[in-house]
Every structure is written in C-alpha cells, then in structure tokens.
C-alpha cells in the first residue's frame, strides 16, 4: 500500500484535509526514522554486559559504540518530526502511524543485511498499512488540541509511573524473553506519555519560548523521555528483538490513543459499526507488526534468547 493511498484514506471525508495530509507525512517521516534507529540501537545493545540492565551504566557504555550512536541521531530526527506532526495533529492521528517504523525498517534492514524481502513479509507489510488505514479512515481523528487540568495530568503522571514500575519488577528474576516483553511494555507506555507531554509542549511554543519554559511540561518531558529511553535500550538488551520491538511499537499508540481520548477530549467515529471496525484494524495491525518483528532481516536475537 502506498504512502498515498494511506495519506487518501485518512484525510478522506476530512474538512481540513491539507493539513491533515502534512501531520502524516510528518508522522511517517517519524515512523521511518525510529524504525532504523531501533535495528541498529538493538544491535549495539545486545552487545552490552548482561549486569548493565536497567542501570545508567548502560547509557554510557552504549555511548561508546558509533552504532548506537547513529541510531540515537536518527531517534533525534524522529523526535523532531513527531514533534513537529504533534503540533498540529491529535495523539489519535499521530501516534498509530508510528506504527509504520517496522514497515519503513523492513526494506532498509534488507538492504543492509545483503538479504531480499520475502513474500511473506510483504504480506506483514500490507496487513499493517490495511489494519492502519481501516482504523484511521474509519476512526477519522482530526487535529490536536490537548485540554486536560492540572489534577488530571497529576493522576496521569502517578498512573503511568506505577505501570512502568511494575513492568520493570516484572521482568526481574524471569526469562530473557520475559524480561524483553515487560521492559518493552514499559518503554511503549512511557513513550506514550512522554507523545502526550510533547504535544502540551508543542502547543504551549505558540505563547513563546519563555511561556514554554515557565511551565512544568518541558521539565516533565525531559524526566520522561530520559526514562523511557533506559527502558528502551534495557528491552533491546535483554534480547528477543522480535518481541522487544513489535510490544514497544504496539504498546506507544495504545497508550497514547488512550490518553487522548481520555485526558484530551480528542474524538473518534463511535456510531453504528464503527468501533469494530476500528478494533479489527488495530488487531491487524498488531498481527501484522509481531510477524515483522519476527523477520531475520529487522534483528537478530542476542545468544541465549
């Protein structure tokens, strides 16, 4: 499925449909960013000393490794871009086209692994884009505009604090595998929280950079970003890419839709067949993405997983 049929399919029946059209070309931009900097940060980090999980130590050792180090850059570029599409479009547009990081990872992973893409993970690629594509079309999310108070954002923060901490207890004292899937579970969580953070921010830079930097939310994004970062780079640790990664890349949107249908106000079709509609494009999408998280060419597993 083109980039254009999908960009078609979401601002389809949409009154502001060129502004739309530009949030998803800036989202896929994002998507396809983060896709290549996860195959050659998981590659770095499965380097790492087994002790290193979940401590700082593995920040720095990681800074040490060029890999890793480009793939931060390209998490940077990524951030940027989602940052930029957070602007102007809602967690509900954004976030479930970052989805496409493993589409856009695919052929690139390929290529660098001197492999060809196989029908089988073309057919991966295409239920993904028709599961995106189903659920935005129908779903038919507009632009962003976070309101939430001051004690909701509290709540907010709390319960997004004591899932992470719960994921990570978790993944102690099991399995590599285990220990993958809940530290990725945890990673996607904070990076959704860290998605609605980024579009408070963005908005509030409409008053200026010293309104922006008078209020609690940059500082917040920070913490946030920093934490879910560590979070990450422990899932691509601990091994298991082919669970690590597609969890992190399922769990971000979840959470972020959530969010923004909860704290937000932000609006989805709910009428008539609609919501089923929207679950079965999510559960191709989340089928389509675990069976490209399990192709040889996005990432081998560190020995032992």
């Excluded at 809602?90 to 001197?114: G, I």
């Excluded at 004690?151 to 319960?159: G, K």
């Excluded at 008053?207 to 970003?225: F, K, R």
């Excluded at 932000?266 to 399990?294: D, N, Q, T, Y």
Aim: proline share 4%; hydrophobic share 55%; aromatic share 6%.
């Amino acid at each position: 499925m083109s980039a254009g049929v999908l960009v078609g399919a979401v601002v389809a029946d949409h009154h502001s449909g060129g502004g739309l059209a530009g949030v998803v070309v800036l989202s896929m931009a994002s998507a396809a960013s983060y896709g290549l900097a996860a195959v050659l940060q998981h590659r770095a980090a499965a380097q790492a000393a087994p002790d290193l999980s979940m401590r700082a130590g593995l920040l720095v050792a990681l800074a040490q490794r060029p890999m890793w180090l480009v793939g931060n850059g390209l998490d940077g570029v990524g951030y940027l871009f989602q940052f930029l599409a957070l602007r102007r479009g809602s967690l509900t547009l954004v976030e479930p086209l970052l989805v496409l990081s493993l589409v856009f990872a695919l052929p690139v992973a390929a290529r660098l692994d001197h492999r060809r893409v196989t029908a089988w993970e073309m057919g991966s690629t295409v239920v993904t884009a028709a599961g995106l594509a189903l659920f935005l079309g129908v779903a038919r999310p507009g632009l962003g505009h976070p309101r939430a108070s001051v004690p909701a954002w509290v709540a907010l923060s709390a319960v997004i604090a004591v899932v992470c901490a719960a994921l990570v207890l978790g993944a102690r004292g099991g399995s590599r595998s285990r220990a993958a899937i809940m530290l990725a579970a945890g990673s996607g969580t904070a990076f959704g929280y860290v998605a609605a953070v980024t579009e408070r921010t963005g908005h509030l830079l409409d008053g200026g950079v010293a309104h922006t930097l008078a209020m609690w939310e940059p500082y917040a994004l920070l913490v946030a970003a920093t934490g879910a970062l560590l979070l990450t780079q422990s899932a691509f640790h601990a091994g298991a890419l082919r669970l690590s990664l597609p969890t992190l890349t399922v769990t971000q949107p979840l959470v972020a839709v959530a969010i923004g249908l909860a704290f937000f106000g932000e609006h989805v079709e709910r009428h008539g067949l609609a919501p089923v509609a929207e679950a079965l494009g999510l559960i191709m999408v989340s089928v389509g993405v675990f069976a490209l998280g399990r192709s040889p060419v996005i990432g081998t597993d560190a020995p032992g997983t």
